[in-house]
Nanobody, 125 residues
Framework: VQLVESGGGSVQPGGSLRLSCAGF????????IGWFRQAPGKQREGVAA???????RYADSVKGRFTASKDNAKKSLYLQMNSLKPEDTAMYYC????????????????????WGQGTQVSVSS
């Protein structure tokens, strides 16, 4: 599995970005997929996770602003980010094959089986 993210960039506070991730295998719909982020000097943290049945979970810090979605036919994952804040600045990674229920456990990232290479999101005025 080689996951590839795209869509990062630099925006002003209040702006929007849409991240995409491709490269999932044929069993795409059978496992947990989602997004993590890592700011300099901080642990990698879960942002959003989508269960195989479509149930979507979000970190409290992004609820109401970020929307994760997937397209089973295209085997792609997306993250629509609105009302971006400077504290959203981080490298964003798509992830696959892990326990969605543990997504927001701050120590869980090492247990994720597949990662993309990351895409940088910078929010500043």
């Amino acid at each position: 599995v080689q996951l590839v993210e795209s869509g990062g960039g630099s925006v002003q506070p209040g702006g929007s970005l849409r991240l995409s991730c491709a490269g999932f295998e044929y069993t795409f719909s059978d496992y947990c997929i989602g997004w993590f982020r890592q700011a300099p000097g901080k642990q990698r943290e879960g942002v959003a996770a989508i269960e195989s049945d479509g149930t979507t979970r979000y970190a409290d810090s992004v609820k109401g602003r970020f929307t994760a979605s997937k397209d089973n036919a295209k085997k792609s994952l997306y993250l629509q980010m609105n009302s971006l804040k400077p504290e959203d600045t981080a490298m964003y990674y798509c992830a696959a094959d892990y326990d969605c229920r543990q997504s927001f456990n701050p120590d869980y990232a090492p247990f994720v089986n597949y990662w993309g290479q990351g895409t940088q999101v910078s929010v500043s005025s």
